[in-house]
């Protein structure tokens, strides 16, 4: 009935009223997996005999740059169990007959949400990138609760830190890490231009024969006034 029965498989069903089965089955012919769960385990309990649903998810992606899987909301998933004398309870897939790509691929797939361009391999190495951003802000940040502060400083051998504490040692940490970088910023020179030393000191002998460079004066013109200037022979010459 759910192969031939004119029965699609949709996220966005129609609304149901309050017999949901019976709209389902007899009218909307629409649904997602819980619909199509629901509907088989109501049928076989009419029939006799004992089925349950079950909820949990199916798929997911595998994120191979942090190594991990990834399940999403929309890997969600419900199916029947009915049990069977001497095999005991038996997993029943529904869906799979209106749509297998839902097994196969997943329920964004299967209700056609998946575009081609939305497939692309540089479209999901910036997912999975971003995925894995916000994996360290919920591990770094979000779970970073009153038990993980406690324990911070336990590799140094501190152990059952309060908040008073570690208030207070981040506070000393904080104002030592700027004390070193002030000392350091202070320290450091200038790398010396041997260029711009020879100038100096050339300029400060010419200074003594009383060819003072002007205001302005560019190096050229300055050594050519040296040049004619009368030599003032003295001890420092």
């Known amino acids: 009935m759910f192969h031939d ?3 699609r498989y949709t996220l966005a069903p129609a609304p149901l009223g309050r017999d949901a089965m019976d709209d389902f089955l007899f009218a909307t012919h629409e649904g997602y997996c819980e619909h199509y769960a629901s509907a088989f385990t109501v049928l076989m309990r009419a029939a006799g005999i004992p089925a349950r649903v079950v909820t949990g998810y199916q798929g ?3 994120n191979g740059l942090g190594h991990y899987l990834l399940v999403r909301d929309s890997d969600a998933h419900a199916w029947s169990e009915v049990w069977l004398a001497g095999r005991g309870w038996v997993a029943s897939t529904r869906p799979a007959a209106v749509r297998p790509e839902r097994v196969s691929l997943g329920a964004a797939a299967a209700a056609g949400d998946q575009l081609d361009w ?3 391999d540089w479209l999901q190495q910036f997912r999975n990138r971003w995925d894995i951003v916000n994996r360290w802000w919920d591990q770094g940040v ?3 609760d009153t038990l993980r502060q ?3 400083l336990t590799p140094f051998g501190i152990r059952d830190t ?5 208030g207070l040692l981040l506070a000393i940490g904080s104002s030592l890490f700027i004390a070193i970088g002030l000392a350091w910023a202070l320290q450091r020179r200038q790398p010396r231009d041997p260029l711009r030393e ?3 000191t050339l300029q400060r002998k010419l200074a003594r024969q009383r060819v003072v460079r002007r205001i302005g004066e560019g190096p050229q013109h300055y050594l050519s006034r040296a040049r004619h200037a009368p030599c003032r022979r003295n001890a420092d010459s």
Do not use: E, Q, S
């Open 118 to 120: 939305y497939r692309r």
């Open 162 to 166: 309060d908040t008073r504490t570690l």
């Open 150 to 152: 406690r324990g911070l």
């Open 198 to 200: 020879a100038w100096r």
């Open 60 to 62: 997911g992606y595998w």
């Open 5 to 7: 029965g004119g029965f």
């Open 142 to 144: 979000v779970a970073f």
